[in-house]
């Protein structure tokens, strides 16, 4: 009853409603992954932080009993270090307006951390700038010790084609929206290839998962929640559906410039 409650309190019927059966969705044995899913992909997500907490975690097959020991020397060490501070160094935007200097530099402090014990443990994949984008993201909900076990799952298959040590693979999976758009609009996409701009306006899109362009942290959870439960496609398919002008726009109005074409 107390959690009941607590929920309640300052969430519409709709969200409450949702609260609930997500949470009778994880008590059940086994969870009920369906359930979740449904809720993350349908209106609101599944709402709130808490729950997110407890939900994305399962939704990926992760335990906090899986966490392995580290070494701060070696990850100290690692050749990616320094340019993976230097990313941190300048994610302030990302982080809550009203969180304290001395928070944000712990927060930093952990993000670091996380992505170097996930360079130094998956040593087939390349950091890319960016990547601490969506990491931020889940620290931000999960902690330390979560976000660096989901990441974990993320790059084996979600990211996993933005962490080669080309973009060839990053290039074919722009390389989808363009027959994507041409069922919705091909008028816009004929004017793309012409304007020969390709669809590399859409590059910090896929391999942040939106987050470098979302401003609200709300929204970049919100995104977190439909992505984890689809297809690791579904960011090209929400790209494309980015790019779709609005029924009144014109595309020859338009120069082709990233901000106009999407």
């Not at 996993?160 to 994507?180: E, G, H, Q, V």
Request: hydrophobic share 40%; with cysteine.
């Amino acid at each position: 009853m107390d959690t009941e409650l607590r929920i309640r309190r300052g969430v519409l019927h709709w969200q409450y409603e949702k609260l609930r059966e997500v949470q009778e969705a994880l008590e059940r044995d086994p969870v009920d992954i369906g359930t979740i899913r449904k809720h993350a992909i349908s209106n609101g997500g599944l709402v709130s932080n808490e729950l997110r907490k407890k939900a994305w975690p399962k939704m990926l097959g992760v335990s906090v009993c899986d966490i392995s020991p580290y070494e701060d020397a070696a990850l100290s060490a690692h050749k990616d270090r320094a340019q993976v501070q230097l990313d941190v160094n300048r994610c302030h935007r990302r982080l809550p307006r009203d969180m304290s200097e001395e928070a944000r530099a712990d927060i930093q402090k952990q993000l670091v951390r996380v992505i170097v014990r996930l360079l130094a443990r998956h040593r087939g994949i390349h950091y890319y700038q960016g990547f601490h984008d969506i990491v931020v993201t889940f620290l931000l909900v999960l902690g330390e010790d979560l976000t660096y076990l989901i990441m974990g799952q993320l790059i084996t298959c979600h990211i996993n084609d933005f962490l080669d040590a080309d973009m060839t693979r990053t290039k074919s999976i722009i390389a989808y929206i363009s027959p994507l758009l041409s069922l919705q609009c091909t008028e816009l996409e004929e004017f793309i290839t012409r304007s020969e701009c390709a669809y590399y306006f859409s590059l910090s899109w896929l391999i942040t998962w939106f987050a470098h362009v979302v401003e609200s942290p709300d929204l970049a959870c919100r995104l977190v929640d439909l992505f984890l439960a689809s297809h690791p496609l579904m960011p090209v398919y929400l790209s494309t559906a980015t790019t779709h002008p609005s029924r009144s726009s014109s595309p020859e109005s338009q120069r082709c410039y990233p901000s106009s074409v999407s």
